[in-house]
C-alpha cells in the first residue's frame, strides 16, 4: 500500500505538457506524450493510484512520455470495484500499450506494481512478440519467489498491525480519521488479494534489461530478494539501494527519476 492520498483529476497542464485522460480504456491511465520518444508506463503499489507519479511528468524530460497506470476503485474512480484477478489488470494494461505498436515503451512498478508490469511484459511478449524496452521493477520480491502469508482477511486492527510492520506504510496521523481508513482499507485488502492468489507460471526469461530498486531499511524486501529478479532476465541486473524504508518512492524521488533518465537514455 502507499501513503499517498488524493484524488487526481488529469486536468490542465503543467511544466508544458498536454495531459489527457483515455477515457476509451476505462480511464485506465493518465498520459502525457506530446513529443516524446518512449513511452513509460508506471504501475502503482497496493492501495494506490496513478497520484503515487503525479510529479513525475514534471520532472523527467520531455522525451519520456509518462503514462501513470489508474486502476479502478480508487482516486477518480473510487466508485468502480477493485480489480478481482491479475488477468484483467494486466489486460487493461497491454491493451494501453498496444495501440502503439510502432512506439518503444518502459515499464516501472513499485511494489505489487512491480509483479503487474513483470506479467505484462510476459503477456505482450506472448501476444506480440514485443518487449519493453527497460523493466524496472521496484520493492517487490521476484516472480518467483513464495508469496507471504496472506493478511487481505484479518479483521481490520490486526490487518493495520500487520500492514505497519510489513510496510510502515501507514502515515501516523492518518489512524487518527477512521473515515479515511474506511474507505482506504477495502482497497489496499482488495490489492493484497491479488498479490496472494499470483500464480506464478515459468516462463523463458524476457530478453530486456531489468533495473531493480529498493530501500536500505525495507523491513520486507532484501538485497538477496531484489538479487533474484536476475532469474527472469537473460540480461544483467542493474541495482540500485537507496535511503529509506518500504516507500523510499517518496523521500528519494529525484534520485529514481535521475535513475530512469539516465537509463532510459541509453
Not at 43 to 52: F, K
Not at 116 to 126: D, G, M, P, T
Not at 250 to 258: I, Q
Request: charged share 20%.
Amino acid at each position: 500500500m502507499s501513503p499517498t492520498t488524493g484524488t487526481d483529476i488529469g486536468a490542465g497542464n503543467s511544466a508544458g505538457k498536454d495531459f489527457t485522460l483515455q477515457n476509451d480504456l476505462d480511464s485506465w491511465v493518465f498520459a502525457s506524450s506530446e513529443g516524446a520518444d518512449i513511452d513509460l508506463y508506471c504501475l502503482p503499489p497496493a492501495g494506490a493510484g496513478a497520484a503515487t507519479y503525479r510529479t513525475w511528468p514534471e520532472v523527467l524530460p520531455r522525451h519520456i512520455g509518462v503514462h501513470r497506470i489508474q486502476p479502478p476503485g480508487r482516486e477518480n474512480r473510487y466508485r468502480e470495484p477493485c480489480c478481482e484477478n491479475i488477468t484483467d489488470y494486466v489486460a487493461a494494461v497491454c491493451g494501453l500499450i498496444e495501440r502503439t505498436p510502432d512506439r518503444p515503451f518502459a515499464l516501472f512498478g513499485h511494489s505489487m506494481g512491480a509483479m503487474i508490469a513483470y506479467e505484462v511484459a510476459i503477456r505482450l511478449r506472448q501476444r506480440t512478440g514485443r518487449q519493453p524496452e527497460h523493466l524496472f521493477v521496484s520493492a517487490f520480491i521476484s516472480p518467483r519467489t513464495p508469496r507471504p502469508e496472506p493478511i487481505h482477511e484479518l479483521p481490520d486492527e490486526e490487518f493495520l498491525r500487520q500492514l505497519r510492520i510489513r510496510y510502515d506504510g501507514i502515515p501516523e496521523e492518518l489512524l487518527q480519521y477512521p473515515e479515511v481508513l474506511e474507505l482506504m482499507l477495502p482497497i489496499v485488502r482488495a490489492d493484497l488479494a491479488l498479490i496472494s492468489t499470483y500464480d506464478y507460471r515459468p516462463n523463458a526469461p524476457l530478453t530486456c534489461p531489468i533495473t531493480v530498486l529498493g530501500g536500505r531499511s525495507d523491513p520486507w524486501i532484501n538485497e538477496d530478494q531484489l538479487e533474484d529478479w536476475q532469474h527472469v532476465t537473460t540480461v544483467p541486473l542493474s541495482r540500485h539501494l537507496l535511503p529509506g524504508g518500504h516507500f523510499y518512492l517518496n523521500s528519494a524521488s529525484s534520485e529514481v527519476l535521475r535513475i530512469i533518465d539516465q537509463t532510459l537514455r541509453q
